[in-house]
């Protein structure tokens, strides 16, 4: 057996090691400077402590991109060091970010332990590559996101740091082949232990839905699915729990052997970035000729999605909407009944109506899938999504994108019960149709202005936030922009106080709300590693069932030209246009 020491580095700080939304996301330049990594993993330790750290049983692994395999190396041999008994790393080092949750949940070791928590490497969405970017974040034994008390007590570490603790002797391990390897140190036995990275995943898949009602929908010769994983992990998953264990024609996947750089595209699931998929679902400027009935992709560690219908695109507000009013029919997890539902407050009032209708319990939590976390923790929510292309449920505490795909394939399943085998079935467009005609529509847009000067941002915000004060000042300026937008009534910025821990959230978004219910929002992204990013949410509430077919960019535009020019964006950044709309 390889028998390590355990080394003392001496370091010193480094600025700006501030976990945003998703932890810490910074260019791959940046990582790789001497001690970074080293400086971000040790301070993490500390913050959990050392009673959470000797002994334990660590996961380490992620989307596989650019930098990942030594980022592994190095946190295996830290942990050795730290005094860590053993940690879990998927085979190549890949496990989706929803898998990481769902090993920390319900993998046992031979010796009956379980997983105290994970360091998972993703940038999630933003490209990989030498040039891009690589992240490292932390969840806890709940197998959700580390709680802002743990990320700012990580932080206020990377300030002070002096030394890390590595293991010298401890050679690399080798992550290509499942097996365990087993090493001494001066506290012991140190394990590491490379698995599948799909059977803990695909094992909970298979107790949430009915896999053989799926089976018999893509079978059926009416029925067409086309997955893109963007070149991110989620095509691991998709290989196995579309192809292998549901029956899905292996051409039917797009994109799905991970790259270090996602094949140099950008792993976000949208009609921007998702340009292959786009056109194939006949959504691009080609005109394709029998797009298949189902579309979806994911983005690069695979929690979030994007579904579409043939020609048809679902905004991820609705389609959280329309999961949550037919779980209870159409996944077996959710026949007894929903605890409750939420989405973030930037999502759309889709989800509010169904709660209402359903007699559900409804919370609207700031951005950042943590907050969602204490719900489920509490017992008080099972289906919760976000705008961002985020959507999930109590099974995890991440969002889930392979998840969101099989809740789609499990509706038109249970929708198409009888008309398996041939014939008309009812689409995904008839889906989302049906639903507005019930429940009414919110037409819905997300304008993003990508890496844009981060003074100017602030300066913008700061000029919305001042406008508040004074709502009949803001009308007049409305009235001046589009005198046929109704009146802002109400204008804030977002605070939300945890019902379940009490703890406050301040600065979560500024909100215009309207007379006629329609809203805009207006957030800096949390989550970029260069500049800032403006977020502008705009949405509309429409009930009469004879006016919810129309083009949304149409129906939305007084609203938007209203956005634009009440934040002054063009002065603020220079930017005429957004970099991304969804
Ligand atoms: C991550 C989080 C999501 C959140 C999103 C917001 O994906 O997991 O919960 O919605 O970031 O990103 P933003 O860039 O808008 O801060
Ligand atoms: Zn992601």
Same mark, same amino acid.
């Given at each position: ?128 590559? @030498?040039? *891009? &970017? $690589? +992240? ?5 034994? /709940?197998?959700?996101? #580390?709680? %802002?008390? !743990? ?106 052997? @991970?790259? *270090? &750089? $996602? +094949? ?5 699931? /949208?009609?921007?970035? #998702?340009? %292959?998929? !786009? ?285 634009i020019k009440l934040s002054k964006m063009a002065e603020f950044t220079g930017r005429s246009a957004p970099t991304v709309i969804t």
């Amino acid at each position: 057996m390889v028998v390590f020491q355990v080394s003392r580095v001496q370091t010193k700080p480094f600025d700006g090691q501030k976990p945003g939304t998703s932890g810490l996301r910074k260019k791959v330049k940046v990582f790789t400077q001497p001690h970074y990594l080293h400086n971000f993993v040790q301070s993490t330790f500390y913050a959990l402590g050392d009673d959470k750290v000797r002994g334990a049983t660590l996961v380490v692994s992620g989307d596989g991109r650019y930098f990942s395999k030594d980022a592994i190396q190095i946190i295996i041999k830290m942990a050795a060091a730290n005094g860590v008994r053993r940690i879990w790393v998927g085979q190549n080092g890949l496990l989706s970010t929803p898998a990481v949750s769902a090993v920390i949940r319900e993998r046992v070791a031979a010796d009956g332990s379980k997983a105290n928590g994970a360091f998972i490497l993703t940038a999630s969405h933003n490209p990989g590559g @030498p040039h *891009e &970017d $690589f +992240g490292i974040k932390y969840n806890m034994e /709940n197998g959700g996101p #580390a709680p %802002e008390s !743990v990320t700012d007590k990580i932080y206020q570490n990377t300030t002070t740091i002096k030394e890390y603790l590595i293991a010298e002797g401890l050679p690399d391990v080798d992550i290509s082949t499942v097996g365990v390897t087993t090493f001494s140190g001066p506290e012991g036995q140190f394990d590491v232990d490379v698995f599948d990275s799909t059977s803990e995943y695909v094992k909970l898949m298979k107790s949430i839905f009915d896999f053989g009602s799926i089976q018999k929908l893509l079978a059926s010769p009416n029925f067409t699915f086309c997955y893109d994983a963007l070149h991110g992990v989620a095509g691991v998953y998709a290989k196995r729990i579309f192809v292998e264990e549901l029956g899905a024609k292996e051409s039917s996947l797009l994109n799905c052997v @991970p790259k *270090e &750089d $996602f +094949g140099g595209g950008h792993p976000d699931p /949208n009609l921007t970035y #998702a340009k %292959e998929l !786009v056109a194939r679902m006949g959504l691009g400027k080609t005109n394709e000729s029998d797009p298949p009935e189902f579309g979806a992709a994911a983005d690069g560690d695979a929690d979030r999605n994007m579904v579409l219908g043939k020609r048809f695109f679902v905004t991820p507000s609705d389609s959280v909407a329309i999961i949550a009013a037919n779980a209870v029919e159409a996944i077996p997890y959710f026949s007894g009944g929903l605890k409750g539902v939420a989405r973030s407050m930037p999502t759309s009032a889709a989800l509010d109506v169904v709660a209402k209708h359903l007699n559900l319990k409804f919370f609207e939590v700031p951005t950042g899938w943590k907050f969602f976390g204490n719900l489920m923790d509490a017992g008080m929510c099972s289906v919760c999504g976000e705008e961002s292309f985020g959507t999930g449920s109590d099974h995890i505490r991440e969002k889930d994108g392979i998840w969101a795909v099989l809740a789609w394939l499990s509706i038109l399943a249970y929708k198409n019960k009888d008309n398996l085998g041939g014939g008309k079935l009812v689409t995904v467009e008839d889906i989302v149709r049906q639903h507005w005609a019930k429940y009414g529509r919110h037409y819905y847009t997300r304008y993003d202005y990508e890496n844009v000067d981060a003074g100017g941002a602030k300066d913008l915000m700061a000029h919305l936030v001042k406008l508040q004060s004074s709502l009949s000042e803001v009308n007049g300026i409305i009235k001046g922009i589009r005198p046929d937008v109704s009146n802002v009534v109400n204008a804030d910025e977002f605070e939300y106080k945890d019902p379940v821990d009490g703890s406050i959230s301040k600065h979560q978004g500024i909100r215009y709300l309207f007379e006629d219910g329609s809203r805009l929002v207006f957030r800096l992204s949390g989550t970029g590693s260069e500049g800032a990013t403006i977020r502008v949410y705009i949405e509309q509430y429409e009930k009469d069932p004879s006016k919810t077919g129309r083009d949304s960019q149409d129906a939305l535009a007084p609203l938007v030209e209203v956005a634009i020019k009440l934040s002054k964006m063009a002065e603020f950044t220079g930017r005429s246009a957004p970099t991304v709309i969804t």
